[in-house]
């Protein structure tokens, strides 16, 4: 561990996933640890990502859940929906986590800071008014949301303020190509607002397969979100009535109450003092690293969206446990980015484990397989939202190398196949695994003639 010379063995800039995971797993194996966080305990996903939007997202689903049951028998109205009180509930279990997450690193035996933190050389940190000293350094201040320069682009919004809006917007505009643009969009639409998305290219969800991105679109555009594509919007401007004009270079305007700016985020590490102690930044402010999350200086660690490798929380998780078991318990990991299932909770949801087939197609001869069919719950439920499923498996070794999916549980259904692909599965794997009828994942096992065979 340190020498007596340094107050603390490691300090954590940063208590969201990664950082806090970090924290507690060096203190318990002995280290002096101390965490500091200027804003919530948890970071991003805990507080204005992942949790509070997935509970937007389960709100949403429940104007889909009315509307089927009438073909299953139930007869009874919509109710109606009340903003105020999704957004008060969603705060309350927002703050719990924030206790958990503070429970736990103190529990741990961490120091915490709630305070921000300037990293002043390679071994020091100002802090809360004092300057304390330690062996190793981790940042893990995750990324902030981009705004561009333009006209009226100081009315917009981003993914931090949505999670406090004082009312439900009637009309919504999404800028932006990503899971956050797309996700919102779906959101706002289940509760009831006219929606816009628009996005510079087509379709979206750039780095998904092409097929789930096409097909989301078809679907996005079934129920009422107008999409428009190789768009951009050319400035905002406030109308007399408080809303909000948006002029895009298609050569038309859209009004909304609430207009979204979801172009992009970037990593973390303004006036950190890392530039100055000598850590090595990329263009775009992230913290370059080795493989072993060590940055240009080597008492100063980097991991989770600060890095700009995969920004998902899960993955800074599993890089916070490479970054404790080789400085605290004498192992040499290694990161290993190769199989990250992912998804993106639209309406319907995807989500994808391994290679798409444009990824696959540039090292492998492979075979495509894919399913598309109406579920069997949209036969009452009388929507024609349509599932897809798809496989791409590399011929020489049978290997499965990518799962697709477009549809209900898609995420719940990838996790597992993501546990196939690690473990190296071969389309031969599949075919044996009985089938679970009637469920929409026996297709992965049921699918045998490869497309254009």
Not at 12 to 34: H, K, L, Y
Not at 289 to 301: C, E, F, G, M
Request: with cysteine.
């Amino acid at each position: 561990m340190a020498e007596t010379r340094f107050d603390y063995d490691l300090f954590t800039i940063g208590a969201g996933s990664g950082g806090t995971r970090a924290a507690r797993m060096a203190a318990a194996a002995g280290a002096r640890v101390a965490v500091a966080e200027e804003r919530y305990l948890g970071g991003t996903c805990v507080n204005v990502g992942c949790v509070p939007k997935k509970l937007m997202v389960y709100a949403s689903h429940f104007a889909d859940e009315f509307a089927d049951a009438r073909g299953f028998g139930w007869q009874s109205e919509r109710p109606t929906f009340d903003w105020r009180t999704l957004i008060a509930n969603k705060n309350a279990e927002i703050e719990r986590l924030n206790g958990v997450y503070r429970r736990l690193i103190e529990g741990a035996g961490a120091t915490i800071y709630d305070a921000r933190a300037v990293v002043i050389d390679p071994h020091t940190i100002e802090v809360d008014g004092e300057t304390v000293t330690a062996e190793r350094i981790l940042v893990a201040t995750g990324s902030w949301p981009v705004v561009p320069d333009g006209p009226g682009t100081e009315h917009v919004v981003t993914s931090n303020e949505m999670f406090f809006l004082d009312e439900l917007p009637r009309r919504f505009l999404a800028v932006g190509g990503g899971y956050i643009s797309v996700e919102f969009a779906g959101i706002m639409r289940g509760l009831g607002a006219e929606v816009t998305l628009v996005h510079r290219g087509e379709p979206f969800l750039r780095g998904f397969d092409h097929d789930l991105r096409e097909n989301l679109a078809v679907e996005m555009r079934r129920r009422g979100v107008d999409l428009r594509f190789n768009s951009l919007v050319e400035r905002f401007e406030r109308n007399a009535d408080g809303s909000l004009r948006a002029t895009i270079t298609d050569g038309t305007h859209v009004d909304v109450d609430v207009a979204l700016c979801a172009i992009g985020r970037n990593p973390n590490t303004k006036n950190l003092g890392l530039e100055q102690a000598g850590v090595k930044l990329a263009p775009n402010g992230a913290v370059v690293v080795n493989d072993a999350l060590q940055s240009s200086v080597p008492s100063i660690y980097a991991l989770g969206d600060v890095i700009d490798r995969a920004p998902l929380t899960p993955v800074a998780i599993a890089e916070a446990m490479v970054f404790v078991d080789n400085v605290y318990r004498g192992a040499d990991r290694r990161m290993d980015y190769s199989v990250l299932p992912t998804a993106v909770f639209s309406q319907p949801p995807l989500a994808s484990v391994g290679l798409t087939e444009e990824q696959a197609r540039d090292a492998h001869d492979i075979d495509v397989y894919r399913a598309q069919f109406r579920a069997m719950k949209n036969t009452l439920g009388g929507r024609e939202e349509r599932t897809l499923l798809k496989l791409i498996v590399d011929k020489r070794s049978d290997r499965v190398l990518g799962c697709h999916m477009l549809g209900p549980d898609a995420a719940e259904i990838i996790q597992s196949l993501g546990v196939a692909l690690a473990a190296g599965a071969t389309k031969a794997d599949f075919d044996r695994t009985i089938a679970l009828h009637p469920s929409t994942a026996e297709e992965f096992v049921t699918m045998r003639t490869p497309v254009g065979a």
